[in-house]
């Protein structure tokens, strides 16, 4: 059974340039969160999503983010013009019912893609 | 919002000793998660426990929501436990994480 998935692991880009990151949830989870971890910090939450629906954006910047997770294939966070304050570790994680709901439901973090802006 | 605070900050112990390390969170929550953070930066899960106690091996943990506190508990350490150590709990839907404890186990 496979975990959470991303990629790619690393990525470089210039400033001025896009990024998209991919997430691929574990089998059987329909909930997707993505998390940024800057260096020496902790991690924040950014967008939480289901199949078709952003549920909650509230963690993400106004401007350049955006994230969509399609009926079909993974959930892609996409960054446009990307500044070096873009820098960090992007998270993935996925649940396999809402936070809300009772019962064991925890959130599964996939390894991680490390965005590094030149 | 709800605030999630780890202490200590960093704890440095040779290697076979015993470590407490603990999350004080501000308000009520339904789920609480511990996580360790290895030196690759994967964030492995640990335990799921919004309450009561739970063991793994070397590693047990407890949660008082009552009193609104976490507690992790490594037994035995090994250099293999190093990394951070995180607490997360759940607000509104997606998990607020603590600033983490850096663990350093020396041979």
């Known amino acids: 059974n496979a975990g959470v998935m991303q990629n790619p692991r690393h990525l470089v880009r210039r400033r001025g340039q896009e990024a998209r990151l991919r997430c691929s949830p574990m089998?059987?989870?329909?909930?997707v969160y993505w998390y940024r971890q800057l260096p020496e910090e902790g991690l924040k939450f950014m967008v939480y999503?289901?199949?078709?629906?952003?549920?909650?954006e509230s963690g993400m910047p106004k401007e350049r983010f955006s994230a969509e997770f399609p009926k079909e294939g993974p959930s892609i966070l996409r960054i446009q013009q990307v500044v070096r304050g873009d820098s960090a570790a992007y998270f993935c994680?996925?649940?396999?019912?809402?936070?809300?709901?009772?019962?064991?439901?925890?959130?599964?973090f996939g390894p991680g893609t490390r965005l590094t802006v030149t | 919002g709800i605030q999630v605070e780890q202490s200590p900050p960093d704890l440095i112990l040779q290697e076979g000793a015993n470590s407490t390390l603990r999350c004080n969170f501000s308000?009520?929550?339904?789920?609480l998660q511990w996580f360790h953070q290895n030196p690759w930066g994967q964030l492995i899960n640990l335990f799921y426990?919004?309450?009561g106690t739970k063991q793994n091996g070397r590693l047990s943990a407890t949660t008082v929501a009552t009193e609104r506190y976490s507690l992790l508990y490594i037994s035995s350490s090994q250099t293999t436990d190093s990394g951070v150590y995180f607490c997360?709990?759940?607000?509104?839907?997606?998990?607020?994480f603590g600033q983490g404890t850096r663990l350093t186990i020396n041979p």
């Open positions: 999503l289901q199949k078709e629906n952003i549920i909650d």
């Open positions: 994680a996925s649940s396999p019912r809402s936070q809300g709901t009772s019962g064991q439901n925890e959130q599964y």
């Open positions: 089998k059987g989870h329909s909930h």
């Open positions: 997360a709990v759940v607000r509104a839907q997606k998990l607020v």
């Open positions: 426990i919004p309450s």
């Open positions: 308000d009520s929550v339904n789920n």
